[in-house]
């Protein structure tokens, strides 16, 4: 079993030593660039900015042009005269070349304008009637705005701009969370492997006691159960050990996957702890955090998106009005250059189109109040999640405070853990404790290890949630 850990302890140490030690800051890069989640995140994103390319479609100058070249038309038919007892045979045929190009241009709060050019050659021949090639040209200017409220595009285009603004709001929360997400696997593979080393502290220490032990034995200094009570914390020690190794690779292998890296990449991380103290402000935070969550600010726009269904909805189901107004102009003859000569208006317009619902059962009715209803649940849910919020805020403040005092703390703890081993450690070999004593003071001095090193990376986990908390950063947050 030894062997074999030594073994795979090899093989990690040899990829390991192929590979860049990568600090934090260079953890976090990595991950914007190669997380799988990320990147569907920021493809989230593109959709909505395509989403509102087509909202500003209707806004933009479109044309289309339909040609038709040619059409050709034939006729054979016979028709009979039954008074006069006759009969005539009629051939023709009707050659259209027919060109149409279509322009619009949507002007927001203004109304859309449409100017529609045809032109035409048709060239008719018959066996009764007399021939005749006639080329035409038409232009039509359409003006169009409703009265009573807002054009369907002009929500649309409201509400993909909103809908970005949302999407973008949320693409930043998910990037932060995501570095939250490479600070807790960051620290959490750097807890395992410095929590290896206190482990093997922990074994090199019950070794040195369990030879010693077995000497004072031998010598008949001590009884036979003080030194298989040692060996017994050697055994318990080597397990703990194995077992540390074990984590190291389950937490490598995590970190792994939040930086979108393959599962038999080589990874080694600076396993340096340091931290700095950040003096935080809870008023402070809690006035920034309100002013910057993007979660709270897409609340905001939720329910202005909401605002805007409720027009639409109103628009859709109540009286509607339309103004329009159009002016034609004409020219044709037998040569093309006719049509120049006598193009001239031949047509012009205005008109009011109005739509009343009158009885439809309360469908209409219905429809405006669920939009209602919906609008004022977004308020009530922007005004839950403000309180949330708050709550959030308070708590990180707290406990980032907390996660100070433990680290004095535990540096003390610490302090006294070592001093106490050393000592119980020289009565041992005195003669003056047994074995019960020393292991005591040795597993409280390997826990204390263990919490100290657990209060600094505890520390730096709740930074990061009070930046999530927030989303400042830390010397802003400063009294």
């Keep these: 079993m030894k062997y074999q850990w030594a073994l795979v302890g090899l093989l990690i140490a040899t990829t390991c030593s192929t590979a860049d030690v990568l600090s934090l800051q260079e953890c976090i890069d990595l991950a914007m660039q190669n997380n799988l989640q990320h990147q569907i995140n920021q493809q989230t994103l593109a959709s909505n900015r395509t989403q509102l390319t ?63 050019t045809v032109a035409l050659r048709r060239d008719f021949s018959s066996s009764r009637r007399a021939n005749f090639l006639d080329y035409s040209g038409s232009t039509r200017l359409l003006y169009e705005r409703d009265l009573l409220g807002q054009p369907s595009e002009e929500i649309a285009l409201k509400r993909a701009e909103h809908s970005l603004q949302s999407a973008r709001l949320n693409f930043d929360r998910q990037q932060l969370q995501l570095e939250g997400q490479v600070i807790d696997d960051y620290y959490g593979l750097v807890q395992s492997v410095r929590e290896l080393e206190i482990e093997e502290q922990r074994l090199a220490q019950s070794r040195a006691n369990l030879e010693l032990a077995q000497r004072k034995f031998e010598v008949g200094l001590i009884a036979e159960v003080e030194a298989l009570r040692l060996q017994v914390e050697m055994l318990q020690a080597e397990a703990t050990y194995d077992q540390a190794q074990t984590n190291i690779e ?167 853990a070592q001093r106490t081993y050393d000592v119980e450690q020289s009565r041992f070999e005195l003669g003056l404790a047994d074995s019960q004593q020393l292991l005591q003071a040795q597993g409280n001095l390997t826990q204390a290890q263990i919490n100290a090193l657990g209060a600094v990376i505890g520390y730096q986990r709740q930074l990061k949630n009070a930046r999530l908390a927030t989303m400042a950063e830390l010397k802003e947050l400063a009294p």
Excluded: C
């Design 250 to 416: 389950s937490r490598r292998d995590i970190l792994r996957e939040t930086l979108g890296l393959d599962v038999w990449a080589p990874l080694e991380i600076d396993t340096e702890v340091q931290y700095e103290i950040y003096p935080i402000d809870a008023q402070r935070a809690l006035e920034i955090g309100l002013a910057r969550r993007t979660d709270m600010k897409r609340a905001e726009i939720s329910a202005e998106i909401r605002a805007l269904e409720l027009e639409d909805t109103r628009r859709r189901n109540g009286i509607n009005a339309t103004f329009g107004a159009n002016v034609s102009m004409r020219g044709h003859g037998s040569e093309l250059g006719d049509i120049s000569d006598n193009f001239e208006r031949n047509r012009w317009g205005v008109d009011l189109q109005i739509t009343l619902p009158l009885i439809d059962g309360g469908q209409r009715r219905a429809n405006v109040s669920q939009a209602h209803i919906a609008l004022e649940q977004s308020r009530l849910t922007r005004e839950q999640q403000r309180r949330q919020i708050i709550q959030q805020i308070r708590d990180a403040t707290r406990r980032v405070h907390e996660a100070e005092r433990q680290i004095d703390l535990r540096q003390a703890a610490l302090q006294f």
């Design 54 to 116: 087509a909202a500003r479609a209707p806004f933009g100058f479109n044309m289309n042009a339909d040609v038709t070249a040619p059409s050709f038309t034939g006729l054979s038919d016979t028709q009979e005269n039954i008074a006069l007892e006759t009969r005539v045979r009629e051939e023709s045929s009707d050659v259209s070349y027919i060109g149409n190009l279509r322009m619009t241009q949507r002007l927001r709060y203004l109304g859309q304008f449409t100017l529609t």
